[in-house]
């Protein structure tokens, strides 16, 4: 009988023991413990609304229902969150909205990811973004930014892949981009962009794709990308590249299925070498002054693998 009694009051009493409002926890304080999502979700709210602050055009009304104090709960426009609690993603794609990218974004350290594109946002894009500490995806693709290109890109532990084509971006790629061995997709085509395509990210053994087309980028088509095994796309079409298509890239780069260095200034010969690149589907380099016949090992590439592509 007692046993029985004990089994029926058991739920009774662990309801008064553990409070409800604390069964959730997901932020921890080191000064005063866990941090459950009805103290931390406020703050991301003051933020976010900081955030709209800076957005002025809003003309579909994308975010009239950022109101409250609880982003998850509600939900608000454009975010998910873990678990209910944290806001880890923030997508206002496709929203025609207009203004400014406010530093704000950045205090929002539980962001994963980050999608702005095809909107009508202007101004600089904040450099703390590249400091945010787990945002993996930053895409701002297809806006009207201004201003260069964050080098604090580089300072980033978790940045994966970064879209910031399609705007209005000038100055020079930065260097200090390639000191994040973890990027894996770079995508900075259509921009403004000036200056050489910095032979530091041959050393981001990581990267997948390099997009850097239809800028105004100068200089030499990097030797030094010979060693990136994982590179699977490079496109630097479209710019005003000078000297030859470099002799070394061949067998060491395993994963590479596409090249596009159409419309350049590239001259001297098509290198065979390009012929042992396991994977190679693609190979632009048409509008350019490569003169020379086409290798033979590339003619029988052409001619035996479905769908193999070059233009010259």
Same mark, same amino acid.
């Given at each position: 009988v007692f046993l029985v009694v004990v089994l029926l009051l058991l739920p009774l009493l662990l309801a008064t023991t553990i409070p409800l409002a604390r069964a959730r926890v997901d932020l921890y304080?080191?000064?005063? &413990?866990y941090v459950d999502h009805a103290v931390a979700n406020p703050a991301q709210a003051a933020i976010l609304r900081r955030v709209r602050d800076g957005m002025t055009d809003d003309p579909n009304r994308a975010l009239l229902n950022w109101e409250g104090d609880y982003p998850c709960k509600q939900p608000w426009v454009g975010? $998910?969150?873990?678990? &209910?609690?944290?806001? %880890?993603?923030?997508?206002?794609?496709?929203?025609?909205i207009?203004?400014?990218?406010?530093?704000?974004?950045?205090?929002?350290? %539980?962001?994963?990811?980050?999608?702005?594109?095809? +909107? @009508?946002?202007? &101004?600089?894009?904040?450099? /703390?973004?590249? *400091?945010?500490? !787990?945002?993996?995806?930053? =895409?701002?693709?297809? =806006? $009207? @930014?201004?201003?260069?290109?964050? /080098? %604090? *890109?580089? =300072?980033?532990?978790?940045?994966?892949?970064v879209s910031l084509a399609q705007n209005r971006l000038r100055g020079t790629i930065p260097a200090a981009a390639a000191n994040n061995a973890k990027l894996t997709t770079l995508d900075l085509s259509a921009n403004a962009l000036t200056g050489p395509i910095p032979t530091e990210f041959g050393g981001v053994a990581a990267l997948v794709e390099l997009h850097v087309a239809k800028n105004m980028l100068n200089g030499t088509v990097p030797r030094e990308f010979a060693g990136l095994a994982r590179l699977r796309s490079f496109r630097?079409?479209?710019?005003?590249?000078?000297?030859?298509?470099?002799? =070394?890239?061949?067998?060491g780069m395993l994963d590479l299925e596409a090249i596009d260095l159409? !419309? +350049? @200034?590239?001259?001297?010969?098509?290198? /065979? +070498? *390009?012929?042992?690149?396991?994977?190679? !589907?693609?190979?632009?380099? +048409?509008h350019n002054q490569v003169w020379g016949t086409t290798p033979a090992a590339l003619i029988a590439l052409n001619a035996s693998v479905p769908g193999f592509v070059i233009v010259r």
């Open positions: 304080d080191p000064y005063t &413990g975010i $998910r969150c873990y678990q &209910g609690n944290d806001v %880890t993603h923030l997508d206002l794609s496709h929203r025609s207009g203004g400014d990218l406010l530093d704000a974004i950045a205090e929002l350290d %539980t962001l994963v990811e980050l999608d702005l594109s095809s +909107n @009508f946002l202007t &101004g600089p894009i904040p450099t /703390a973004i590249g *400091l945010m500490p !787990r945002l993996a995806t930053l =895409n701002l693709r297809a =806006n $009207r @930014f201004t201003g260069g290109v964050p /080098a %604090t *890109l580089g =300072n980033s532990s978790s940045l994966r892949h630097a079409q479209g710019n005003v590249l000078e000297g030859t298509v470099p002799d =070394n890239w061949g067998s159409s !419309r +350049n @200034f590239l001259y001297g010969d098509v290198p /065979a +070498n *390009l012929a042992n690149i396991p994977k190679l !589907r693609e190979l632009r380099l +048409n």
